[in-house]
Structure formats: structure tokens, C-alpha cells
């Protein structure tokens, strides 16, 4: 069974991120989508309620995706042995993107040479998406129906009391 690990801090889970989930999962038997506590960003939501929307979104989308949904602070690497795993699946949006995930495969890559990062291109009607600005869009009172599923879309509003 071939297991990838998608890590991220999903604040909240987009519509391109789902489209990370189908194109990883043409691939791969299953897939853990590994949520990041962060302790480097400030989240809108808590680790338990980011997780809950990936779930509640993946079911939304394809009840018969094998994907599990999991919550982590250590590293990465850890995760993915745990969990079997033998690819770390990352997006790539734009070349922009490339070095920092140059840098994350590498050290990922040092840290255990059997696992490989495998990266995926998102649809270009995602390519510009991010969560911050997802967030300040929404805050904002601008329409992202299209671009996020709506269990996150009515918990950011709920959050920030719209
Ligand atoms: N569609 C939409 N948005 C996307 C996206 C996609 N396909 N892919 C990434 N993004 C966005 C995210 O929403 C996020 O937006 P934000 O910055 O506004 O919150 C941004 O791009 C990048 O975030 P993400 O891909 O989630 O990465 P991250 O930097 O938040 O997470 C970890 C990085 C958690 C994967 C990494 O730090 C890690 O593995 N940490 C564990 C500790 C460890 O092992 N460290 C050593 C690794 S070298």
C-alpha cells in the first residue's frame, strides 16, 4: 500500500488544498493529512477544529478517499514512519514557492533518505490561493464561495462574528 503524509497547518483547509488531496490520491492508496499545532503562525482556528474541517470537506467532496486526518507537533519525519509512509506529497503553486520547498524536501530528505517529498501542481483556479488571504477576504465581507468548501467558509464567518 503505497501511503503519502500531506503536512500543512491548513488555517482553515481551501479549495486548493482538496485539489492537492484528488490529484495526490490518483497515486497513492492513502493519504494522512498531517495538521501542524504551529507554533510559528498565529491560527484563526484550533488544531481540533482545523482538522474537523478537512474532514468534514473531504466528505463533502468523496466519502471514498482513504484519507485520515491526523494532528502533530514533532517532526515530520516521525510522522510519516508512524504512519508508514514513503512520500511527503507538498503542492507547488508557483516558482515562488520552490526554494523554501527545495530547502523543506532537502532537510526532510536528510533526515530520512527513504522518504521522498512528491509534489503536485494545483489547477490554475487555485494556483493564487493562500489562507491568510482567504481569511482577510472573508473578514472583509468578500465572496469565497468558489474557493473554500463551506463548512470553512461558515466557520470563518462564525469567527469573526459576521
Ligand atoms: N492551496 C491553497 N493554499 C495553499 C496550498 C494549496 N494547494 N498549498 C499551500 N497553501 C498555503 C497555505 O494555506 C499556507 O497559507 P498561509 O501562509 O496563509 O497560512 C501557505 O500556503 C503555506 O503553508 P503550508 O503549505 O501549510 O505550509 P506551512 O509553512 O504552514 O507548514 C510544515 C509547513 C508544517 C509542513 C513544516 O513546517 C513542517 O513540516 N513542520 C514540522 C516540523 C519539521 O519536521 N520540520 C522540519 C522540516 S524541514
Redesign the pocket.
Known sequence: MRIGIF?????PV?E??L??VARAHKVLDRLVVAV?RSYQ?DTLFTVEERQDLIRQAVAEKDRSLDVQVVAFDG???DLAKEHGASAIVR?M?FVTDFEYEFQ?AL??RRLDPELETLFFI?SEK?SY????VIKEVVRLGGDVSQLVPRPALDAMKKKFAL
Do not use: E
Request: net charge neutral; aromatic share 8%; charged share 15%.
Open positions: 503536512p500543512g497547518t491548513f488555517d481551501t486548493g488544498h485539489d492537492i501542524a503562525k517532526l515530520l519525519v503542492g503553486r523543506l532537510m526532510n494545483p487555485y490561493l493562500n489562507s491568510s
